[in-house]
């Protein structure tokens, strides 16, 4: 089986179409069309082989040559995982009569998705949200095969807290919890900066910094609790690795898609989340000590981010796509 896989432009989008890749290679021909120059990058950095779409030609001329590489590759079915060139390759696989799967991961449907579900033949979900024969409930595709690496990286046992701003970064967060960290000498501190942001933080015995750290999970696994932006795949691994959270959604993304995932967590009494615009430095506090000082209240959650793990989302996906192309 030949199967064109689409994941561009963002980590949301390219890791989860990498993870599916490294499944789905092991008994089919996967072939990435990047479209970004960040595409490449992330791509080459796992040594993916892939074909490049020229991102700087119309809509129209990219939906043909996505044609005519489907084409001359033989492509049986193309796998999505969102953004507008998703969308674009659901229309070229479409005029070619090719089976179309997509991947939404987040709780609520980004634009390119919202629209191309209709053309598609099954939706696989990162999230609970729906469920019928074309929407399946299979998991975040970065959760399979989620080995993790666990450190000790500060001397003494106090608690440790990771802090991650985002890829981008965030200012608005840093600037909150540089003076927070500087007063908190009773935890240790992981801070992420992301590429935005500058080393504003002082480091010393208790705090650890990060421009970038690959891979999270590693980070994840190793601290007590994390305190992070609720984009989809950074929610999937800590569910997956059953951290304990505080979730500060971006306000700024499209459609406030983090504050949705973020609340369909909290609603399940999933994690804790605070809205950036009520961040200050005793809510942090509170919420941290809300999950050191009470044991059974961190049981509970982890319990119920339990209920929410789910094992071998690619396998189940590429299980449906086989089944559905021997029919």
Partial sequence: MNIALIGSGSGGHIYPCISFYKEAIKSHNCICFVFKKIDEEIYKNQYIDFIKINNKLSSFKQIIELRKQFKKNSIDCLVTFGGKVSFLAILAAKSLGIKIYMCEQNVIFGKANSIGRI????????????????????????????????????????????????????????????????????????????????DSLIKNDNVMIFDYYEPLKDLLNSVDVVISRAGASTLSEIIALNVLSILIPSPYVTNNHQYKNAKFLLDKNACQMIQEKDLNETIINSYILNYLNNPYYCYQVKENMKKLKVNHPCKKMLEVIEKDLNE
């Fill in 119 to 198: 053309f598609v033949n099954k939706i696989f979900l990162a999230f609970p949200i729906k469920e019928n024969k074309k929407y399946l409930y299979v998991g975040n595709p970065v959760v399979e095969n989620l080995n993790c690496k666990k450190f000790d990286f500060f001397k003494t046992s106090k608690p440790t807290i990771l802090l991650v701003c985002g890829s981008l970064g965030s200012s608005t967060i840093l600037n909150v919890f540089a003076d927070f960290i500087s007063k908190h000498n009773e935890y240790n501190f992981i801070v992420v900066l992301g590429k935005n942001n500058h």
